[in-house]
């Protein structure tokens, strides 16, 4: 799956790995002209493993991907948005402003990015179930967008739609009508 930043058209894309990892990449879009060609490194590259199944060397100019998950638990990466505050009516908080989430649909995690000059995993928040997950309890989640209210918004095998939502003074988010699980939002 692929997300587009409605801010910089940069695309988001999630790429499930072969046996080791998954990966999460950037393609950067240029501000003006044609769009160049990005080599994001398969078959040389299972997110930063080197994974030579093909003859000849390994070309340059590689980009490398902005975050890897090892395959086990997860096994299924897919790209959400890049959180704006638009100004929706359900818009989760100010501070995930820019942020970066993806999820898994096996493991059923939805974790978050910050770019600080480059990607890393964003602080946890009050209420967050682990270190790594923003979210979990996700199990088939096929989709994660940012909707115009402002709400992460996400399908759900088999053909759930749902709304992640605050739930109030104490700074939990929940799915709407589903089985997905806390979800923590700071200040939310």
Same mark, same amino acid.
């Given at each position: 799956?692929? @997300?587009?930043?409605?801010? $910089?058209?940069?695309?988001?894309?999630?790429?499930?790995?072969e046996?080791?990892?998954? @990966?999460?990449?950037?393609? /950067?879009?240029?501000? *003006? %002209?044609?769009l160049?060609?990005?080599?994001?490194?398969?078959?040389?590259? @299972?997110? $930063?493993? /080197?994974?030579?199944?093909?003859?000849?060397? /390994?070309?340059?100019? *590689? @980009?490398?991907?902005?975050?890897?998950?090892?395959?086990?638990?997860?096994?299924?990466?897919?790209?959400?948005?890049?959180?704006? !505050?638009?100004?929706?009516?359900?818009?989760?908080?100010?501070?995930?402003?820019?942020?970066?989430?993806?999820a898994?649909?096996?493991?059923?995690?939805?974790?978050?990015?910050?770019? !600080? %000059?480059?990607?890393?995993?964003?602080?946890? /928040?009050?209420?967050?179930? !682990?270190?790594?997950?923003?979210? $979990?309890?996700?199990?088939?989640?096929?989709?994660?967008?940012?909707?115009?209210?402002?709400?992460?918004?996400f $399908?759900q095998?088999?053909g759930?739609?749902?709304?992640?939502?605050?739930?109030?003074?104490? !700074?939990?988010?929940?799915?709407?009508? %589903?089985s997905?699980?806390?979800?923590?939002? %700071?200040?939310?």
């Amino acid at each position: 799956r692929c @997300e587009i930043d409605p801010l $910089t058209g940069d695309v988001f894309l999630g790429d499930v790995g072969e046996f080791a990892m998954d @990966e999460l990449s950037q393609y /950067v879009r240029p501000a *003006l %002209g044609a769009l160049p060609l990005r080599n994001f490194g398969w078959p040389w590259f @299972e997110g $930063t493993a /080197v994974h030579l199944p093909c003859a000849g060397s /390994v070309p340059a100019g *590689l @980009e490398a991907p902005i975050a890897t998950v090892p395959n086990q638990p997860w096994v299924s990466l897919l790209a959400g948005p890049r959180y704006r !505050n638009l100004g929706g009516r359900r818009q989760i908080d100010n501070d995930y402003e820019g942020s970066l989430f993806y999820a898994d649909h096996g493991a059923g995690g939805v974790r978050r990015l910050v770019a !600080n %000059g480059s990607w890393s995993p964003a602080p946890a /928040v009050p209420g967050q179930p !682990n270190a790594q997950d923003w979210g $979990t309890g996700f199990q088939g989640i096929s989709s994660l967008r940012q909707g115009p209210d402002g709400a992460l918004w996400f $399908t759900q095998h088999p053909g759930a739609l749902k709304r992640i939502r605050p739930l109030g003074p104490g !700074n939990a988010i929940a799915a709407v009508s %589903g089985s997905g699980q806390r979800v923590a939002a %700071g200040d939310a």
